[in-house]
């Protein structure tokens, strides 16, 4: 029987926990909560609500009844796989990641389910000699961040710092 992974689990409630509490702070008590709502907090980043009806970079677009529950459904079994393999891990490090791209997309899934499109809020943007508000990101939140976060460190043991298998021997006697 394998054991559960608490590393991995722990972390998806935290960051599930985190994302719905920033969520409701930056919506309620804030008041960011309509399209066009803006508060710098430094020169470099705002709060920014944006609700967004796609997934990833704007793809997808569930502007509809229909395709905002196909879209929750195709979360929700990428998710369920998430925590399958998180399941399925040994490697603590790993369940930590998968447990961060689980909380997170839970997060997001929520949101869809309870609004019809995710909350985002974090407005990152740059002073460059091209451009005086340049943004490496579009508006994002904590589970996007945790997603992402919780990918790179599995693609980076995936490439760099995971265990090979040892070489098959040749038998020398045959």
Not at 24 to 43: F, N, S
Not at 54 to 74: E, F, N
Not at 95 to 120: E, H, K, P, S, T
Request: glycine share 8%.
């Amino acid at each position: 029987m394998r054991s559960v992974p608490r590393t991995g689990l722990i972390a998806a409630a935290a960051l599930f926990a985190g994302d719905q509490l920033t969520k409701w702070v930056v919506t309620r008590p804030l008041g960011i909560a309509q399209a066009g709502d803006v508060r710098e907090i430094v020169p470099f980043f705002d709060l920014r609500f944006v609700p967004n009806i796609g997934i990833s970079l704007g793809l997808l677009p569930a502007d509809g009844h229909l395709t905002r529950w196909a879209l929750v459904l195709l979360t929700g079994a990428i998710a369920a796989g998430v925590a399958v393999w998180m399941w399925r891990e040994r490697n603590r490090a790993d369940q930590m990641a998968l447990g961060f791209v689980l909380g997170g997309a839970l997060g997001n899934i929520l949101d869809r389910a309870r609004f019809g499109y995710v909350i985002d809020f974090a407005d990152l943007h740059f002073p460059t000699p091209w451009d005086p508000q340049w943004r490496p990101f579009l508006v994002f939140n904590l589970a996007d961040a945790a997603i992402t976060i919780g990918v790179l460190v599995l693609l980076v043991r995936a490439f760099l710092t995971r265990d090979k298998p040892d070489a098959p021997v040749e038998n020398i006697h045959a």
